[in-house]
């Protein structure tokens, strides 16, 4: 059981580039999410999802995209990478009508 | 004012002391408290997960919540330098308040060193 994962764990972009981060959750929870963390700004949610096929804006949604093809996944997608998208970035997931969330080992971005 | 208001510290106490970790909140809709830890470089670990007012108690650790004052406390007992990490509080209103998801609120997490 390996709870939540993240692919990849370092990543270093040059500005106008473009990526996606994996996340992979094996405890069939519905709800997933993503997050920044930044020195100073605590955790910051980005975009999450209630469902397969289902997303949502956060409080930070700009410049980001997301996909919940199947349930255990969710993608982030950063179409044109810009200095201020450089972060700490976790995924998490609760089941539902649950309100614990569990977060994954997070993926270090940092975009020059 | 934000939501949740948490103390950065950095705390640093010798091993074996009591560590008291704080909270304070604004918003009286919140009934879901949890208080995660984060290891350097890792992700966010649930460690407590209490609801509405009361004590819980789990090993060394105990949340108290007074929802009363609106502040919420994490203690540890016999500290140890492996509880050294950061200590994020955190909490939700009821999904019955018309979100369909438990929106977390967190705060900006205590530095805690625990030096032996």
């Known amino acids: 059981n390996a709870g939540v994962t993240q692919t990849p764990k370092f990543r270093v972009l040059k500005t106008g580039q473009s990526m996606t981060l994996l996340c992979a959750q094996d405890m069939n929870h519905e709800y997933m999410y993503w997050y920044r963390q930044d020195p100073g700004m605590g955790l910051r949610l980005i975009h999450y999802s209630v469902g397969e096929g289902t997303t949502a804006k956060g409080e930070v949604p700009d410049g980001y995209n997301v996909s919940r093809l199947k349930k255990q996944n969710f993608l982030l997608g950063l179409e044109s990478a810009a200095p201020s998208q450089t972060s700490v970035y976790f995924c998490?997931?609760?089941?539902?009508?649950?309100?614990?969330?569990?977060f994954g080992p997070g993926t270090r971005l940092t975009v020059t | 004012q934000k939501e949740v208001e948490q103390d950065p510290g950095p705390l640093s106490v010798p091993e074996g002391a009591i560590v008291s970790l704080n909270c304070t909140y604004s918003n009286s809709a919140f009934q879901y408290f949890m208080w995660y830890r984060q290891y350097s470089r890792k992700g966010p670990e649930l460690l407590m997960y209490?609801?509405?007012?009361g004590n819980k108690e789990d090993g060394r650790f105990t949340a108290q919540v007074d929802k009363s004052s609106k502040y919420i406390s994490l203690f540890i007992r016999d500290s140890q330098p492996s509880d050294s990490a950061t200590y994020l509080c955190a909490m939700s209103a009821s999904l019955a308040g018309g979100t369909s998801y438990g929106k977390l609120t967190f705060g900006q997490g205590t530095i805690l060193t625990v030096h032996p």
């Open positions: 209490t609801y509405s007012s």
């Open positions: 998490a997931s609760s089941g539902q009508g649950r309100y614990e969330q569990y």
